[in-house]
């Protein structure tokens, strides 16, 4: 079926019990949202389910900066995000109590739930939403088969699994999680206030370890509805006594483990609940099939010390919704040769390796401590300071010789 057609048949919704529709995303968080509206405003006929109404309040990507509003500037949707995020322009980058460099430039914090609420939001068509769980999928070269839990039944073309770490729907199908690395990081989230009030003297802070040791990559403050806004990533054993300590006694073990904090926060505390999270680092094998394909976290998670969750599904949604939906749409069947296109795609591929290489990279610059790599973790900040000050000195300099050695 060609797009002009879809455009004019919506969705077979109502109260029937099979529903027939062009594209059926599973999983309205952030990468299945986002695929519904881009698809939608191009007007192909698309059903978005998930088993919950209202986006949970869960841990997860805080943060929106760099890569990520570049590709969100394209699809159209950044003016979305500004509604609902806060934004800021310079980030303080210390270690210990010295200045590292300054990063300007701008990003947004924003909690989880209100940011798939946005994209949610952003096909107003409520027909395209089905709240159900699917309990099985059976694709093949022609029509795609879901099982709902209510009963329902659901016949598309395409089937999008963007189900996050969940992998039921996948393992029904054969696919396999394969661990990359188990319990990789461990990501904690709160929110902290001076007891008056007073504002903080930064727009946005990061904090690096020191110390191999500690485990600790960073710690970044940034504003978000609320207040201010803490994420400190870790590459530490989950067991280890330190994370009660950090669950229990926050500020406290906090400044112990970055001493450098105290004369920037001055006075403070944690206000509401302390949230962690410890994750692996998986990726889906046996995802080549017919009439299905994976995006998001449902393909490969991510370590969130090194922030490439959301530019990766980014990418998966641009490329799938933008570049390949439309031209497999075009033509009968969906057999595996159409999807092989979507997982060999040289954008995706860049993007979910630089994904591993950034996250072995940040946990071996962070508490590797063989000599090679304490000498390297000297140099990175030695050629982040140099490059601040000459940069200070002679202000576009550094631009300028980047520029020319590109
Ligand atoms: C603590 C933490 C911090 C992070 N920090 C960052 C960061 O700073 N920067 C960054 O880029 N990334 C970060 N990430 C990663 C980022 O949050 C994820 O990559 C992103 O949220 C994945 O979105 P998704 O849409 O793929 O999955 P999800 O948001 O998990 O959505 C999956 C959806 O599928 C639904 N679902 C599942 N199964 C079914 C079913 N059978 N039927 C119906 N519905 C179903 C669920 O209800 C859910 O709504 C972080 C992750 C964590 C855990």
New binding site residues.
Partial sequence: MIAEESMIKPVAICEAEVIETDVAI????????LARAVLARAGYRVLL????QI??D???????AGR?IDILRRLGFIDDVEAVASSYDRVLNIRGRKLVDVSVGRSYGVS?ANL?DMARGLTPDASSFLL????DVSCGEDRQHLTLASGKRVVSRLVVL?????S??GHNLGMRRQMIAARHSV?F?FTIARPDNVPFDFDSLTCYGKEAADGVDYLTLFPMQGGMRA?LFMFRDPTDPIMRELRRDTRRTLLRLMPGLQPYLGDFQIVGQV???V?DLSVTEGHLQPGVVL????FQ??C?A????????LVDVERLCTVHVPRWLETEGMGIEKITQFYSDRDKLAADRHSLQLARFRQALTSNTDARWSIQRRLHFLRRMITHRADRIHPGWVMRVRGALR
């Avoid at 599973?26 to 949202?33: D, E, N």
């Avoid at 841990?59 to 929106?64: A, G, H, N, S």
């Avoid at 159900?132 to 309990?135: C, G, R, Y």
């Fill in positions: 599973v999983g309205a968080g952030l990468a299945g949202s389910i998930d088993k919950r986006p949970p869960e841990f997860r990507v805080e943060k929106i990520q989880y798939v159900d769980q699917v309990t963007a189900t996050g770490m969940a039921a729907l990501t989230g994420n949230k962690n999270w994750m995006i998001g976290d449902a998670t991510n969130p090194a922030g490439t969750g959301v530019s990766r599904l």
